[in-house]
């Protein structure tokens, strides 16, 4: 019997270790030169284990004669002699490893160490890998068990290998338990028989798979790993009088160092919640402790595992063991509901604080004989279950500010080949809610779609990829529109545009003023940006909207108000905070429109409808005071609003009905540049007729589908057409008086449609 070779073979292997080759210049033990010849060693290894199984089973390998009949014996007792032999044929594989140089990688060797792994259980392990590579092993197998199909070693060839009498089977089929030294560790996965023999079958999780193979760890949806980076800096300058990101990480490494959290048999395990933050700012400060540690992150994101496929509590064992090979700290994003900007997964609206409470119980388990060093991207701090043996810390991380973030990407353009000064920067940290650590992902991005492009990288495109990369699931109350509208795009009077303007500035400059001017310090409740658009319908409360956010380079997040609103006491505030917290998670202006539906004013309480309508409002007040975003609320009602809203208000816009300079002004932005137009158009006479700006776009709209219908150019009869369907909406009935000499071309228009000959 030999083992597979390195290149994939399966011709002989090397001599059984303790010959010549395995050692060095003066007799010394030589170290393996790399993986692969550790490997050959394991598995010259186990095929003596597997030759000692057949022996005492007198189940004779293939071209081997049967021994002869010995006689009554215990099928479980030792044989001194080759035991012996095999330990210390095992002796010998250790020294060499040991003897091996630092720099050479031995993924076994560190498996070994990190689970704690027994002669006995290394065996096991090599075995489960000796199957995958080679088919004879699985051929063994099957022959050992008495059935050809078991191609898979199961608990019962497990304890053969292991050898020794009763007592050291029952210890054996002991660790063999699910929360065994194996299993438990994430090193082997339990398998049911398929063909309903004693005991299961027994494999390798994919991860230790892909360790022993000498490949990276499988990077999987619920199952990241990131190498070490760079020391990060302090992101902060002195004198703030929040603590730095660094120096949170700098204190958790310290404490870790030291093993400053208790004296017992789990000084070397600690489990750290993060909280504070949003996720990717979490995701930031742990990446920054395992940096001063010298080592990577495994981040495992229970949310993302399908039970289906993998219990919750295997996904734990499988990373933590991850980590500890790496080396490397485990970071778990909980599955679970959390405050607004807390923790960021797309799932954690939806799930309920019993699903919270049982991940953390589950986890804890787990990580009392699995963990190392734990952190726990928390919602809130977090308090260690009942009978939990691993002690449990929660660390505070202090949301990145403005400042610190216009930093940031100001360093990553730069890094890009992007000159951005420091207002550019300032305002991207201003609109965007991107944390510290997604800017390089996000400059990174845009660079790339530049070279698609095969042009140079601009802020544009930066502000393209960063409104891309975030808000992939807003949920059903809330619908995405990207506009590219632009100022000239409104009419407006003076006053009301310069407001407008006003607003978007506000937005842009609210990293310098709130961080670096320190007004955020005397309101830290909220940092965000509310206004009123208030007029008559179709004045152009929407489309400011859409403008402003095309200008700040955001998406506008419409509120569907019919998704929002439920009849049921208790959903409507249910259905608003998910709306508060995908918008906290969003980069994009959020817009309620007929906002007077919702922040109506309280009244009396007269029954339980009054009180709960009343509970609703002062809910309202509070998200929108709390939250850090921006916030646009439209209403054709103003008086209809609390007045506790409008002192919330940052803005307020009061948008009048046109007057007849306006309207002719409208009725001329609505047709686009490419629009075929009649060179002459009575712009007066449409002008002259009161109606709003949202009137006017659907006249226009009519008359362009009326003149493409009829492949004419848009013309003042198509225009005048249009118009008067508008006002009989309006309820009013226009004829000759109004139309003047235009009437009777648009009466033929309207009774026989657009035919030859009509302008």
Known sequence: MTGPRDDGGTGPGPEPTGTGPDLGPGGTVRGFADHWEHLRAEFTLLDHALQEVARRSRAPLPGEARPPDEGPADAHADTSGRAGALAELRALADERVAATPAQVRLPLARLTTAAALTPWEVTLAVLCLGVELDPRY????????????????????????????????????????????????GVLRLLPDPHNGPGQSLALTD?????????????????????????????????TPAP?????????????RTGAWGNGPADDRL?????????????????????????????????????????????????????????????????????????????????STADLDGAVRELATVLDTAGRLTLVAAPHPLAAP???????????????????????????????????DAAGASSLASRFRVGPADIARVVAGAAASARLLARPAGLADVEAAARDGSGSTLGSAVRRIRSALTWDDLVL?????????????????????????????????????????????????????????????????????????????????????????????TDGLLFFDEADALFGKRSEVKDAHDRY???????????????????????????????????????SVKFPFPGAAERQRIW???????????????????????????????AVLHAAYRSAAASRPIGTVALLAGLRRELEKLGRTAGPGDFGPYWPEVARFAAAGCRAGVR
């Not at 490397?328 to 607004?340: D, F, K, M, Y």
């Not at 009343?614 to 007045?643: C, F, K, M, P, Q």
């Open 271 to 351: 489990v750290a919640c993060l909280h504070g933050a949003p996720d990717s700012e979490l995701r930031d400060a742990a990446h920054r402790i395992a940096a001063l540690l010298g080592i990577g992150v495994v981040v495992l994101d229970l949310a993302a595992v399908d039970r289906e496929l993998r219990p919750p509590a295997d996904a734990v064992r499988e990373a933590a063991l991850v980590a500890r090979v790496e080396p490397a700290v485990l970071l778990v994003l909980l599955p679970g509901p959390g405050p607004a900007g807390a923790v960021g997964h797309p799932a954690a609206a939806e799930s």
């Open 386 to 420: 009942a009978g939990t043996a691993t002690p449990w810390v929660n660390v505070a991380v202090a949301q990145a500010g403005p400042g610190e973030l216009a930093r940031r990407w100001q360093a990553e353009l730069a890094a890009a080949g992007l000159a951005v």
């Open 244 to 256: 730095a990101l660094g120096a949170l990480a700098r204190a958790a490494a310290g404490l870790v």
């Open 613 to 651: 309508a009343n509970i609703e409002i002062s809910y309202l007040l509070g998200r929108i005071e709390a939250h850090d975003g921006v916030v646009v609320l439209a209403t054709n009602l103003e008086r209809h609003l609390d007045e506790a809203f409008l002192r919330r208000l940052a803005f």
């Open 493 to 585: 009077p003076p006053d009301q545009r310069g407001q407008l303007r006003e607003l978007a500035d506000a937005v842009r400059s609210r990293s310098r003023v709130l961080s670096d001017w320190g007004f955020g310090d005397r309101n830290p409740r909220g940092r965000g940006i509310a206004a009123l658009f208030s007029g008559p319908p179709g004045t152009g409360k929407t489309l400011a909207a859409e403008i402003i956010a095309a200008q700040l380079g955001l998406d506008l997040l419409a509120v569907d108000l019919s998704a929002a609103v439920s009849k049921y006491i208790g959903e409507t505030e249910k259905n608003l905070s998910r709306v508060f917290a995908t918008a906290a998670e």
């Open 138 to 185: 699985g051929r063994l197998c099957g022959l050992l068990q008495g059935d050809p199909a078991r191609g898979r070693p199961g608990t019962l060839l497990a304890l053969d290998l292991l050898g020794g009498g009763l007592a050291e089977r029952a210890a054996g089929r002991a660790a063999l338990r699910p929360t065994g030294p194996l299993v438990g560790a």
């Open 207 to 239: 991860h230790v798979l892909d360790l022993l193979l000498g490949r990276p760890a499988a990077q999987h949806p619920w199952l990241r790993t990131a190498a070490p980076g760079p020391v990060p800096g302090e992101a902060e300058e002195p004198g």
């Open 668 to 698: 001329q932005v609505q047709i686009p540049p490419g629009a075929p137009l009649e060179p002459v158009v009575d712009w007066e006479l449409l002008a002259s007729f009161p109606i709003a700006g949202g009137s006017i776009r659907g």
